[in-house]
């Protein structure tokens, strides 16, 4: 089935870590991804993982996989006021130009 | 500067009217495609060209039509068969339309009722 799921929303404190996590249900994605939406814009492309690899690290953002869990996350170091938005994890499948995206996850950062 | 724009910001409809949202792309993208943003929800595709002159439904094409006369411009018209437009909507592109391709977004166009 076609199902990918975040929580809702996330507070954090300036120079924490932020951790965002995303559950998916289709065993046979290719690629997953991390959008970022800033208030009333579009989605901004963050990074995005092979799904035959276990993490990849960009500057502040470390992507975890766990395969067997279909589990997904993102990591942000020293989170920064200006990261307060929506993140989105989607996914994609061999075979389709389909993306599933998830419900989006509201991060705030406290000051 | 490569990108995608969306025209307009904002946009207002009134009862049992049509209306049509704007997209251009300048990054010689073949796929395009139309999502439909809802508070707390996910993004869901309303309808996808990979080509000219070709289109697709997506999981929520009633109420919409999308013509694909250029390559560059992938304009979405909102019926007044869609009961509920009220909505953020969002162009987006990619190179071929191929699996796994990364997608580009507009800044989107928001719709309102009056």
């Known amino acids: 089935g076609e199902d990918v799921e975040q929580s809702l929303f996330l507070s954090v404190r300036e120079g924490d870590s932020s951790v965002i996590n995303c559950t998916y249900t289709?065993?046979?994605?290719?690629?997953l991804y991390w959008y970022k939406q800033e208030p009333g814009a579009g989605l901004q492309l963050l990074t995005y993982?092979?799904?035959?690899?276990d993490m990849k690290q960009d500057q502040r953002l470390t992507v975890l996989l766990n395969k067997k869990d279909k589990h997904l996350s993102l990591r942000i170091a020293d989170t920064q006021t200006g990261d307060s938005a929506i993140y989105f994890c989607?996914?994609?499948?061999?075979?389709?130009?389909?993306?599933?995206f998830g419900t989006g996850t509201r991060l705030k950062v406290l000051a | 500067d490569g990108g995608i724009t969306q025209s307009p910001k904002y946009l207002f409809r009134k009862e049992g009217q049509n209306v049509t949202l704007s997209c251009e792309q300048n990054?010689?993208?073949?796929?395009m495609y139309w999502y439909r943003q809802d508070p707390g929800q996910g993004l869901r595709l309303i309808y996808y060209?990979?080509?000219?002159?070709?289109?697709q439904k997506g999981d929520i094409a009633e109420g919409y039509s999308v013509s694909r006369e250029k390559k560059e411009s992938f304009p979405l018209t909102v019926t007044s068969a869609q009961k509920n437009p009220t909505a953020f909507y969002l162009c987006?592109?990619?190179?071929?339309?191929?699996?796994?391709?990364?997608?580009?977004f507009g800044p989107g166009t928001r719709l309102l009722v009056l």
């Open positions: 993982i092979f799904s035959n690899m």
């Open positions: 060209s990979q080509i000219v002159n070709d289109f």
């Open positions: 989607a996914e994609t499948y061999s075979g389709t130009y389909k993306y599933i």
């Open positions: 987006a592109s990619s190179i071929e339309g191929g699996p796994s391709e990364t997608q580009y």
């Open positions: 289709d065993s046979s994605s290719t690629y």
């Open positions: 990054l010689n993208h073949d796929a």
